[in-house]
């Protein structure tokens, strides 16, 4: 039996796997298929959403940032990437909202910010057109909200109740349950699975997957766990960065 990290299985043999000690009883020269999957968990208390604790209410002119402040919330943050530039950070890995109540669906806004692995990531998304929308991707914090076109309706940016997934989830048969509330029941909350699209855009989805609760709203005491099965490709010995948490951000 060699141990590295999680019990592995040694070589195949006529009854099976074999589990006695290896050649020389050096634990490493049979490394086995590695662990086979195994159940991890996204246990997170999500504080109130706000949609306007990131800017509010501001005209868009094309190419012109937003001034961000740090609301209700969250916090004023360092980017991760060694820049010294300053983010708005999140409590946790969620979309980014736009709110508006006039229609700014012609003009398309350019979030950039960092996801929970300091990586660097980035949404094209249209405006609201007198509501609100939220972005594909969950971020942990935003560098940047720069408008694509110009209008003197006002823009409010926020977070939202769409939570990120910290691996990649293809399929929601890898969801093993969601819970919320403190409710024994399962949560019939919406799973959008990862976009395996590769190269990731600007414009194409989140690359682990997100998952929003039903029912009663985040107010910083209502606990989210979803259970989740991760298989070897992304814990074993074969496993890569890419089947582990989704490819490369853009």
Not at 148 to 175: E, H, N, P
């Amino acid at each position: 039996m060699n141990v590295q990290d999680d019990l592995y299985l040694g070589p195949s043999g006529p009854s099976g796997f074999d589990l006695t000690p290896t050649s020389g009883d050096n634990p490493t020269s049979q490394p086995g298929i590695g662990p086979a999957g195994r159940i991890v968990f996204r246990n997170i208390v999500p504080l109130t959403l706000q949609v306007a604790n990131v800017a509010a209410l501001q005209a868009l002119t094309s190419g012109t940032a937003l001034t961000l402040a740090a609301g209700t919330g969250v916090t004023l943050g360092t980017a991760p990437d060694g820049s010294g530039a300053s983010v708005i950070v999140f409590d946790v890995a969620r979309a980014v909202s736009l709110t508006s109540v006039s229609d700014l669906s012609a003009i398309n806004v350019l979030i950039v910010g960092f996801d929970e692995y300091g990586a660097r990531m980035s949404q094209l998304r249209a405006g609201p057109n007198n509501n609100t929308v939220n972005t594909l991707k969950a971020f942990k914090s935003v560098l940047s909200v720069t408008p694509q076109g110009t209008s003197a309706s006002t823009m409010s940016v926020g977070t939202s109740d769409v939570f990120g997934l910290q691996y990649r989830m293809i399929d929601a048969a890898y969801i093993v349950q969601a819970k919320w509330d403190n409710t024994l029941a399962a949560n019939a909350g919406t799973f959008v699975a990862a976009d395996q699209t590769s190269p990731a855009t600007n414009a194409t989805g989140d690359v682990r997957g997100t998952f929003a609760q039903a029912g009663n709203a985040s107010n910083g005491s209502r606990r989210l766990i979803i259970s989740m099965h991760v298989d070897g490709s992304q814990c074993g010995t074969n496993a890569t960065q890419t089947n582990a948490i989704g490819v490369t951000q853009a």
